[in-house]
């Protein structure tokens, strides 16, 4: 388990386009969702899930740079 599984990411309902959060641990263990609003079920794609995964560890990479910065 890593510091980005408790993070939240925003997903669109593939059926109805409704958005709401789903941690990322637990996509990573099931990447089935299913919607809180039209109630059906969908898969997160391998590729949603990184592209997820790599703007988050971007994020922290940007907050720890500035974090550094402010150190100086």
């Known amino acids: 388990m890593t510091v980005l599984d408790d993070a939240s990411i925003e997903l669109p309902c593939p059926h109805c386009q409704q958005t709401f959060k789903e941690r990322l641990g637990k996509l990573k263990q099931s990447p089935r969702i299913t919607c809180p ?14 592209r997820a995964t790599h703007k ?16 100086k």
Not at 38 to 47: H, I, L
Not at 64 to 69: D, E, I, K, N, T
């Open 37 to 50: 609003r039209c109630r059906r079920t969908s898969e997160v794609t391998p590729e949603a899930l990184q």
């Open 56 to 71: 988050l560890t971007q994020a922290f990479a940007n907050i720890q740079q500035s974090l550094a910065r402010l150190g």
